[in-house]
């Protein structure tokens, strides 16, 4: 098998970095030279999130990615994070370090089955979460992130019907604050499902003064136990803004390092999940990503995203919609 072939088959650069290099200053180099920006989700290594020129939640990213300048577009999160990117600037090149990091929340949607699931109910406003596939953003009316998605459900008549998936958490938690009655697709998020109700309680009695910070995507139990709920921006930004010096954070990890950094005279506790043998609870997915993987696909431009150009058409309406209105409703 040639090295070319080894790399499809592996799904990112398989090429072992160079010894006795700075591999930060050489990505550092390679971005420059190649007029590349690094944008990274909150979820990914802390390393990562420190050399990105850019880090953020799915709508900063998906806002920042239809505004770039730069020839070449490094995604530092998961394939759907990429493809809406692509979506949105195709005249670019848009990498992910290792396709193989996907969603389960993604996986739990598959197109036929939600188009049949659509097709079903014909009078009805398609909204889907931005954790999709581009052929699902292609069957949408509107696409929605955790940060937006109340702000868009609100601009919508209060008479109109519709579909919301595929996330069934965030869907329940939105028409609980709504007042909506949306039709939802059963799917979740590996991560937010795990999360351990029983444990967070154990963790309240031994931090009392600890605030509960919880993702809309956890369940309804843990919902109601938290002390704010709001997308990972929205968590970010309560933690710097209140009083409290102590949080239990419900959401993956990965986003303690971003709440670390803007306020270093306070403790994160990361919220364990049903796994007894684990103290907070990671994304496998968001953690293939490495330095060293994404040196490799800066160096050879490997691995891109590409999105059928028909798909791409029908995928950007929604994506588009959605901008227009977080940017009327100031997000």
Same mark, same amino acid.
């Given at each position: 098998? !040639? ?12 090429? %072992? ?8 200053? %050489? ?26 020129? @850019? ?41 992910? +370090?290792?396709?193989?990091?996907? /969603?389960?929340?993604?996986?739990? /949607?598959?197109?036929? %089955? @939600? ?24 069957? &949408?009316?509107?696409?929605?992130? &955790?940060?937006? $998605? ?13 579909? @919301? ?6 869907? !329940? ?14 799917? $979740? ?5 795990? @999360? &351990? ?23 309804? +139990?843990?919902?109601?136990? $938290? ?25 993956? &990890? ?19 999940? !049903? ?30 995203? %590409? ?21 009327? $409703?100031?997000?």
């Amino acid at each position: 098998m !040639n090295i070319k072939s080894s790399w499809l088959k592996s799904g990112f650069v398989n090429e %072992e970095v160079p010894t006795g290099i700075d591999i930060k200053k %050489e990505i550092v180099r390679l971005k420059e030279e190649k007029d590349a920006i690094i944008m990274a989700h909150f979820y990914q290594t802390n390393e990562i999130q420190d050399i990105a020129d @850019f880090v953020g939640d799915s709508l900063a990213l998906a806002q920042k990615a239809a505004k770039t300048d730069s020839k070449i577009i490094v995604l530092a999160g998961v394939h759907f994070m990429g493809e809406t990117a692509k979506i949105l600037s195709p005249e670019k090149t848009v990498l992910v +370090p290792d396709l193989n990091a996907g /969603c389960s929340l993604a996986d739990s /949607c598959p197109p036929d %089955e @939600f188009k049949s699931f659509v097709d079903k109910h014909p009078d009805y406003t398609v909204l889907t979460y931005v954790n999709t596939t581009a052929k699902i953003k292609a069957l &949408s009316d509107i696409v929605v992130t &955790s940060t937006n $998605a109340k702000n868009i459900v609100d601009s919508l008549p209060k008479n109109e019907k519709i579909i @919301f998936g595929p996330d069934r958490n965030l869907g !329940n938690y939105l028409n609980s604050i709504s007042g909506r009655e949306m039709v939802l697709w059963d799917g $979740a998020c590996h991560v937010h499902e795990k @999360f &351990s109700v029983e444990k967070i309680v154990e963790l309240k009695e031994q931090h009392p003064e600890a605030l509960v910070l919880a993702h809309p995507e956890c369940k309804k +139990p843990l919902l109601l136990l $938290a002390d704010f709920v709001g997308s990972t921006a929205a968590l970010l930004n309560y933690s710097i803004k209140s009083d409290a010096k102590k949080f239990i954070v419900a959401t993956e &990890s990965g986003i303690i390092h971003q709440m670390q950094m803007e306020s270093n005279d306070k403790v994160f506790i990361p919220a364990p999940p !049903n796994d007894s043998t684990c103290a907070c609870n990671d994304c496998e997915y968001m953690k293939l990503n490495s330095l060293e993987k994404l040196y490799n696909a800066l160096k050879y431009e490997w691995p891109s995203i %590409e999105v059928d150009e028909t798909i791409r058409l029908d995928a950007v309406k929604p994506i588009n919609r959605m901008l227009d209105i977080s940017h009327k $409703a100031g997000l």
